[in-house]
């Protein structure tokens, strides 16, 4: 508690940097490698959910394995005693936009740990078809799902998920997506593709999962087996986690 870490800001970090005679071209190189200093040497406010980020980072990493239990605690500085600190399950409301292989795959599978909404999609008897196949609702456009969703997975074909995406954005509906999650599963397009998002209010993430699904039934047993990428905004970072976390596959934060 009260650590030195947790007080931590990454603008003097990368000022101490500099004066201890780090150059700044080293520092861009590491920016243009992937490694946001920015977010590594912020510090933070909530201990716990802290702990339970590096928690999941740690277990859920492909290098360690699945037969070691990962556990975190929290040292109280002045007296020394370890509390633990337990993870907490969080279940969301998600729906689809498109739905096709991927979109009613998806759900199925995600509707065994969280609440699958509906589907919207090009034609309403497609929704219909993947509401039958998945026990949920068909709605006849995408923001009257977003209204009862936590998460929005847009999840048509590549070329089309900035065009449905701008569409959802530029409803006149503007509280709707407040606070939502707006994902797409595309492995070929990065979560800043879902551009305007924070001007809504919602933050973008690309959940891509690392499996060929050949069909809208893929069974459940064989998606368990996939690897999910995960990236996008920090703000909300640890509920699009949760959302593969529970399923209890694997994956990585890029």
């Known amino acids: 508690s009260n650590c030195?870490?947790?007080h931590m800001n990454s603008n003097d970090m990368i000022c101490h940097m500099l004066n201890a005679g780090i150059s700044?071209?080293?520092i861009d190189m590491m920016h243009y490698c992937g490694?946001?200093?920015?977010?590594?040497?912020?510090g933070f406010d909530d201990g716990e959910e802290s702990v339970r980020a590096t928690v999941r980072t740690i277990a859920h990493h492909p290098l360690i394995p699945e037969t070691i239990t990962v556990r975190g605690f929290i040292i109280y500085s002045?007296?020394?005693?370890?509390?633990?600190?337990?993870?907490?399950?969080v279940i969301m409301r998600i729906g689809f936009?498109?739905?096709?292989?991927v979109g009613c795959s998806l759900g199925?599978?995600?509707?065994?740990?969280?609440?699958?909404?509906?589907?919207a999609s090009k034609t309403y008897a497609s929704a219909e078809?993947?509401?039958?196949?998945?026990?949920s609702q068909a709605f006849k456009s995408p923001i009257n799902l977003a209204a009862k969703c936590d998460a929005l997975f847009i999840t048509t074909p590549d070329g089309q998920i900035v065009p449905t995406w701008e569409t959802i954005r530029d409803s006149d509906d503007n509280e709707i997506l407040n606070g939502m999650l707006i994902c797409h599963c595309s492995g070929a397009l990065p979560s800043s593709e879902l551009n305007g998002c924070g001007d809504k209010g919602a933050y973008a993430y690309s959940i891509h999962p690392l499996f060929a699904i050949p069909s809208k039934c893929t069974s459940t047993d064989e998606l368990q087996k996939a690897f999910f990428a995960i990236e996008g905004d920090n703000g909300k970072l640890n509920e699009a986690i949760s959302i593969v976390e529970a399923m209890g596959n694997p994956y990585q934060i890029i």
């Open 4 to 6: 030195g870490a947790q």
């Open 24 to 26: 700044q071209d080293h």
């Open 35 to 42: 490694i946001d200093f920015e977010t590594w040497l912020q």
């Open 78 to 89: 002045t007296t020394g005693k370890l509390t633990p600190v337990e993870e907490q399950r």
């Open 97 to 101: 936009v498109g739905a096709g292989k």
């Open 108 to 119: 199925r599978y995600f509707a065994q740990e969280h609440e699958l909404i509906g589907y």
């Open 129 to 135: 078809e993947a509401a039958q196949l998945t026990g």
